[in-house]
């Protein structure tokens, strides 16, 4: 065969590999419940908002990980409900894939326990994220029932995390507390403050600052309090 003859044949056989699409979406079911969306919404509002000066980590709920070792957006795929992966672009992606990300899976997985992936959950999605992942930090939290548990990964093999003296579960990758907070679950601060929502942010803001402007106005009636005793004493507290 001629070298002319060899790449016509390579450039046929080129023409019938059909390339893996980077840009897939995701395809996962509804969430179950409204407390499921409201779950997952306010741990990304929290957490977005704790490291808005950040761009080096990447947050989603309910969104499609595909990870087919043959690239194949039809085989290999899990949706949890909420993940982080850390040291990676914080930019809006249509899903997560694995073979387009450098290889990268989550450094932290939540699942929202309900009657139909409870046992799923706790059993063959730990195993594919212990043993396929390599997720260090995995959760399950029922916001129902308020079944809230944790491991950590070692030695390739899922650790439960022991709760501290408020039932709060250390994440090692987020640095950052996870706890249940008015029947769902926050994140605290390592000194055990609660991470407020943007809103709840701004609110403390204005607090912050009426609380100052009382405390100006009660300093402006102690100094009119003091003139008019001075002047009681016929001394001009302008002179003073």
Known sequence: MTIAQELESQADICQDVIFPPGDLYSDEPPLETELHLRQIILLLQCLEWLWRDRQDFYAAGNL?????PR???SEHFRGPDFFVVLGTERKTRKSWVVWEEEGKYPNVILEILSDSTAKTDRGLKKEIYQDTFRTPDYFWFDPFTQEF???HLLDGEYQPLQANEQGHLWSQQL?????IHEGLLRYFTPEKKL???????AEQEAQKAEQAQQEVQKAQQEIQRLAAKLRELNIDPETI
């Open 64 to 68: 499609t990980i595909y990870y087919s």
């Open 175 to 179: 640095e950052l507390y996870l706890g």
């Open 195 to 201: 991470v407020p929502t943007p809103e709840e942010s």
């Open 71 to 73: 690239q194949l957006k």
């Open 149 to 151: 548990v944790g491991f």
